[in-house]
């Protein structure tokens, strides 16, 4: 018997009383959208679910070649149930119309963390880790082309590395073979425009890397010719 059962023993609350750790069930293997969608809709992974109004699953096109990952939902996020729906989304809508993209076509958009943390701030490296399992399905779901990792909280967590953004932007990274373009968070351009030239560089990095590797889905790009 160890000291706590010990100690609950003493005090009657022994067997019935027993502090669970949060579910963190895998998720399956054939999980398709509508079952992930639900998985997040009712996760108690982390505490992050204690705050959230809603969970925030991401939005898109669910065959887009582009994917970008965000950090986790604000405020505006949490009441709509969107990602990217502030002011950093905005911006981000212009930065999608600068490479000729809308959210809704041939791009996808998630973060990392599906839950509000409180008070906006960043989400721990545990929070991080509980949710991204759920990012990580999303990804094989959608198999997209190239990933934009939006901010440092989106690179560490896809790549498992750490380093400053400075640094991860200037180097070509892979999520398995799919590759990621490290660039700043929306909010931080927000904040810092003198960086919004340099971010630009980053998406048309991104654009030519896409270019290089792929034409448009649905065309006849696979077929061997007659
Ligand atoms: N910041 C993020 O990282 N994601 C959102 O959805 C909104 C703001």
Known sequence: MNFKEAHW??????????????????????????????????????????????????VGDERARWLFVGEGPGAEEDQRGEPFVGSAGRLLDQMLLGLGLKRDQDVYIANVVKCRPPQNRTPTDAECNACLPYLHRQIVMIQPKIIVALGKVAAHALLKTSGT?????????????????????????????????????????????????????????????A
């Open 165 to 225: 953004l400075g640094a991860l932007r200037l180097h070509q990274h892979f999520y398995g073979d799919i590759p990621l373009v490290v660039t700043w968070h929306p909010a931080y351009l927000l904040r810092t425009p003198s960086d919004k030239a340099r971010a630009w560089e980053d998406l048309c990095r991104a654009r030519q890397i896409m270019v290089s590797q792929c034409t448009p889905r649905g065309d006849n790009a696979d077929k061997a010719p």
């Open 9 to 58: 023993r003493e005090l009657g609350l022994w067997p019935h009383w027993v502090a669970r750790a949060p579910t963190r069930e895998p998720i399956p293997a054939g999980a398709d959208w509508a079952v992930l969608r639900q998985l997040v809709k009712d996760c108690q992974r982390c505490p992050l679910h204690q705050g959230r109004r809603q969970t925030v699953f991401g």
